[in-house]
């Protein structure tokens, strides 16, 4: 039986295969922890910052539920992009094209998901966070300003924004949990991948226990980096300007998004012409769906491909920069560098695509 006890693992996958089950076990506990702080929030415009207050000194254990919650979501985008950086490294998209979309799915939906959410607390950033990115819609010829007033429901962000999040943001994770357990069907479809890049690997092993003992040490390394952080950092990752209370008349000197947002904000800021910001963020997680159609024709794993591992920890490098770019003050030199590095973004996503083919040609 092909079943998650039983199945069939090849036997040379690494603690990089861990990031799978940690996702899974970090999404229940969003969801758990969030159910309970919807107990207590209050989705009102004089009451909702207040009441954010009001779980963290007065709930009992509100404080803890709150700090997992709002720290978890940052673990869960840490692991889901070493996640996604393993199937880019070893080429999961082409052995597993279907699990791959779906996971980039995933990724959408927990990225508009973490927007929502961090608009909830109404603090300085969230609001402006939330005016801001939703402008954004503004540069859609013609239905532009008509979408950001519907998404406002109004003619600004205010009570019917809040509203439509709040409820959105608590809808949304139970979508992913159902695109998660979709993702698990595909992957056990074929089984899981391995280094070498090859489904038929002869050196399996029944997953239990050998795979389910590495996930359960994966889990309690998790736990006490969460612990960590929430016990003695709780605001560490918190811009210190969403301890204010959100006031409309009074912009804050610098708005940017959580950092996981940041590679697609500093994208975003580097194009002039505001449509093509917004094509360039967009098209920054979308083109991850091209992968399995352009490389489903190449055979040569990446183990094997030296010029795809070096496009590869390039590209993860950029990556890196353009996520500092993203939390730097609009100003100089930090405009100009982001100019290049969304070029070579861009070029090296494509470099990714195109090599293992290229290789093969030439070998």
């Known amino acids: 039986m092909r079943d998650g ?3 069939p693992s090849p036997a040379s996958i690494s603690i990089w295969w861990n990031a799978g089950s940690i996702l899974g076990l970090l999404l229940g506990v969003q969801i758990l922890t969030g159910l309970f702080l919807s107990m207590h929030y209050t989705a009102d415009l004089v009451n909702t910052f207040n009441s954010v207050i009001h779980i963290m000194r007065d709930t009992p254990g ?4 709150r700090s997992i919650h709002a720290n978890g979501a940052s673990f869960f985008f840490l692991f889901m992009y070493l996640h996604i950086g393993r199937g880019l490294c070893y080429q999961s998209y082409i052995s597993q094209p279907r699990t791959w979309l779906v996971g980039v799915t995933i990724l959408l939906v927990s990225m508009g998901t973490a927007f929502l959410g961090y608009v909830l607390p109404w603090g300085q950033m969230s609001f402006w966070g939330a005016t801001v990115i939703t402008n954004l819609l503004s540069a859609i010829p013609y239905l532009g300003p008509s979408l950001v007033e519907w998404v406002w429901g109004g003619f600004s962000v205010g ?5 439509r999040f709040f409820s959105l943001h608590f809808i949304l994770p139970f979508l992913i949990g159902g ?3 979709l993702h698990v069907l595909f992957l056990h479809e074929k089984g899981s991948t391995n280094p070498l890049g090859n489904l038929n690997h002869a050196s399996k092993i029944p997953f239990h226990p050998y795979f389910s003992w590495k996930d359960l040490v994966g889990f309690l390394i998790l736990f006490l980096m969460l612990a960590v952080i929430v016990l003695f950092f709780p605001a560490l990752l918190t811009d210190p300007e969403n301890f204010i209370c959100a006031n ?14 940041l590679f697609a904000y500093a994208i975003l800021r580097s194009i002039p012409s505001k449509l093509g910001g917004v094509i360039a963020l967009a098209m920054s997680v979308i083109i991850l769906y091209v992968f399995p159609l352009a490389g489903s024709k190449a055979a ?6 030296p010029p795809y591992q070096l496009i590869y920890w390039i590209f993860i490098l950029i990556f890196l920069i353009l996520t500092w770019l993203g939390a730097c003050p609009i100003e100089e030199p930090y405009l100009t560098l982001a100019g290049p590095c969304t070029f070579f973004y861009f070029l090296l996503v494509v470099g990714l695509i195109t090599t293992p083919a290229i290789w093969k040609i030439i070998l």
């Open 159 to 163: 009570q019917s924004t809040l509203n």
């Open 62 to 65: 509100g404080w803890l539920f």
């Open 300 to 305: 040569i794993p990446a183990a094997f491909t």
């Open 248 to 261: 409309p008349m009074v912009t804050p000197v610098h708005i940017q998004p959580e950092w996981y947002f």
């Open 5 to 7: 006890v039983s199945l």
């Open 179 to 181: 695109l998660s357990g």
